[in-house]
């Protein structure tokens, strides 16, 4: 298995290209089981979950051809070769429900497993069943699979969702392209990844309006086609990285995107004192006198600040004068980053949901581990800060989400290599 070293100390100045968003792009994937004519999906990122939602949409019959050196996907759909999404692949990926509601609605019928447990939290998919339930889909759950049907068809529907959930969202408002009449969603999620969907599924012909506000409507069509459409900017990349100059010092330009993806954290950073400019290629980084000061953050949906981003926030914490606070109120075991940060040297104290970080805190070098995809991002952005040498171990947890991290930190001169083993 693979790791990561990484030497603090040195400020980091230079440039880094934002890839395709790996959550929209897992979302825009499935779409295409939606039609038989072919989805092209153009700024793909070229991630292990990327591959794993191709192999799954091909065990269904799905023909994917990666143009482009893997930055476009060719997804076609003409016929749907198998309606069952097995545990094997299921298991790797909880995204994969996603091919739920588009193979109800397409085929009238689906079996895909339901996803195991998570390091995160347990991640139930209850909502998604429901909203479907209220398209008119009859659901089994039988030998740890969902088995769903619909053999006259979805119906629209009026589905509230009594929280704010991405994928129910997202799985219901697929399906409801296909269904007869019209399907209102009610707090519904507004993440950038729900809009990109939406103007993909137009782009298909779907009818739909109001994406990125909480209420969607779906007019259902009878059928969908082809289209080409642009997967937008991974703004939990984005932000990953804008972190890098605050915690390290230096300055960092990100290309190809724009603030709005970013706003909370924006907020956030120059309350902390460190300047976020907007730039004609993309936007700015720095610290601006070298004192970074706490802060009180509390995780929510869209817009407010994303869970995607909680422990690298608390690495840049670490380095901050005097107590913050951090609440996190949308995954119960989200904080396993903060044993590891604790053997590095920082002081941090977990009640609940809450942690208190006291800074700034001397963090040195020392082997970590991490068991999620962000908890492993905040690790080597704490490795920036520390004296001596961080290894991070299990990169492959980063690989599901991060392309070719050691490159583009090193070309801002971090000292940062991965070892293979
Ligand atoms: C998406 O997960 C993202 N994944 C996650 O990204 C992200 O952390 C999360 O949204 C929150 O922003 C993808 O887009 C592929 P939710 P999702 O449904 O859709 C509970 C990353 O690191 N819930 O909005 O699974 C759930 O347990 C990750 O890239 C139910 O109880 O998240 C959680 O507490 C990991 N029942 C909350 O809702 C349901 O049926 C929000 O989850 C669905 C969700």
Excluded: W
């Amino acid at each position: 298995m693979d790791s990561i070293i990484v030497s603090g100390g040195t400020p980091l100045n230079g440039e880094i290209a934002i890839g395709g968003a790996k959550n929209a792009c897992l979302a825009l994937m499935p779409a295409a089981l939606l039609t038989d004519e072919p989805l092209t999906l153009t700024n793909a990122p070229r991630l292990a979950d990327i591959a794993t939602m191709r192999a799954l949409l091909e065990s269904l019959g799905c023909e994917v051809a990666a143009l482009q050196e893997g930055r476009a996907l060719a997804l076609s759909a003409a016929t749907i070769a198998s309606r069952k999404a097995h545990y094997d692949i299921v298991r790797k990926m909880r995204a994969s429900i996603l091919v739920l509601g588009p193979l109800l609605a397409r085929e009238g019928a689906a079996e895909v497993s339901l996803p195991g447990g998570c390091a995160i939290g347990a991640r139930p998919v209850d909502l998604h069943l429901a909203g479907l339930e209220k398209l008119g889909a009859t659901l089994e759950l039988r030998d740890g699979y969902v088995y769903a049907a619909a053999p006259n068809g979805l119906r629209g529907a009026e589905v509230a969702f009594p929280f704010v959930s991405v994928g129910a969202t997202e799985n219901v408002m697929m399906a409801a392209t296909l269904a007869k009449g019209v399907t209102r969603l009610s707090n519904a999620a507004r993440e950038p990844e729900i809009v990109d969907l939406a103007r993909c599924l137009r782009a298909m012909g779907a009818r739909i309006e109001g994406e990125g506000t909480s209420t969607i409507a779906i007019e259902g069509v009878d059928r969908l086609r082809g289209a080409t459409h642009r997967v937008i900017a991974d703004r939990i990349e984005l932000g990953t990285y804008m972190l890098a100059p605050a915690i390290a010092g230096g300055e960092i330009e990100f290309l190809g995107v724009e603030r709005g993806l970013v706003a909370a954290l924006i907020d956030l950073l120059e309350a902390a004192d460190v300047a976020v400019e907007d730039t004609a290629r993309g936007l700015k980084v720095r610290r601006r006198n070298g004192v970074v000061r706490a802060m009180r953050v509390t995780t929510a949906p869209y817009p407010g600040f994303p869970t995607d981003l909680q422990a690298q926030l608390m690495a840049l914490l670490t380095q901050a004068e005097g107590e913050s606070v951090i609440e996190e109120t949308i995954f119960e075991n989200r904080f396993m980053h903060v044993p590891e940060l604790m053997r590095m040297g920082a002081d941090i104290r977990v009640k609940g949901g809450e942690a208190r970080v006291r800074g700034p805190a001397k963090l040195r070098g020392a082997p970590v581990m991490a068991s999620d995809l962000r908890a492993s991002a905040g690790l080597i952005l704490a490795g920036l800060a520390a004296e001596g040498e961080t290894t991070v171990a299990r990169v492959y947890h980063l690989d599901r989400g991060y392309e070719r991290v050691e490159e583009k930190l090193s070309r801002c001169g971090a000292r940062i290599a991965r070892v293979r083993g």
